[in-house]
């Protein structure tokens, strides 16, 4: 085992594992509005890139035709966020933290209609495994209170996933990795601007520390997940990118004293399933190569 797989596994569980802390502390925030949760998700964002482009001026430069994907994986990942911070306040963190990890099969199909990337028949037999292991989550037969805010933590994840396939494009087109940060987290905060001008909702001292510190935690796992994929390739560490869901089941248990019920471990373990299939299938498909 390289030193470079070991460096880039951890790399991806303290991403898995701040990601989880931020959906906690924004679930820890209360009745601050979803809007005004996002926002503070991205701002912190924000500051770091811009200085980082500041300090690197030529990643400023715009790509031709990268424009267009830009602004559709602000449009799609603004999307992703407000449906994953909607759900977590309504739903188990680790129901919505589930829901929001199907966004990379959702990418796959994405990535066919934005790249020509073929899908095969083993990733698209997952997909639709996950999608039924997904259905045991949001219960579609149950009570509003649960089933509507599960379906957005759903879409949440496919918006995501729609933005994760505008960030390979981008990356297709050498768009910098800071800028497309940048950019994603600039035109969230603008779209989050309008709700909160008009109902803005002034949190207390204790509320906006954990937005703060659900800010810091939401930027420190997108530099983990960035360093991760630095030091190894995705087919051989992205399955470790699932431990937020043991980080999001733990906190969930010793902050709200969250457990979720039975059909919601099945949806986990069939999605789990489903992502460890695609693991293992990518790494013997780049064997064979």
Known sequence: MSSS???????????????????????????VPFVEKAFFRNIVAVFVTLFILIKNRSDVHVPQGALKFLILRGLCGSAGIFGNFYALDRIPIADAAILNKMSPFFAVVFSLFLIGEKIKAVPMAATIGAFLGALFVIKP?????????????FLGGMGAGFAYACVRK??????????????FSCFSCALCLPFMLVSFKTPAAWQLLCLLGAGV???????????????APARDISIY??????????????MFNQIPDALS?????????????VFVYNKKCHVRA
């Not at 037969?141 to 089933?147: I, K, L, P, R, T």
């Open 141 to 153: 037969g149950a009570a509003a209170v649960h089933s509507l805010p599960a379906l957005a933590g």
């Open 265 to 277: 471990w099945i949806g986990y373990a069939v999605i789990v399933l489903m992502a460890a299939i």
């Open 241 to 254: 990118d699932y431990s937020q869901i043991i980080f999001s089941s733990l906190l969930g248990f010793v």
């Open 217 to 231: 935690a939401g930027c420190l796992g997108q530099f983990g997940i960035t360093y991760a994929y630095f030091f």
């Open 5 to 31: 797989y070991i460096k880039g596994a951890a790399c991806l569980v303290f991403s898995a594992f701040n990601f989880a802390l931020m959906a906690a502390l924004a679930h820890l925030a209360g009745d």
């Open 170 to 183: 981008l990356g297709s087109m050498k768009t910098p990795g800071a800028l497309v940060i940048a950019f």
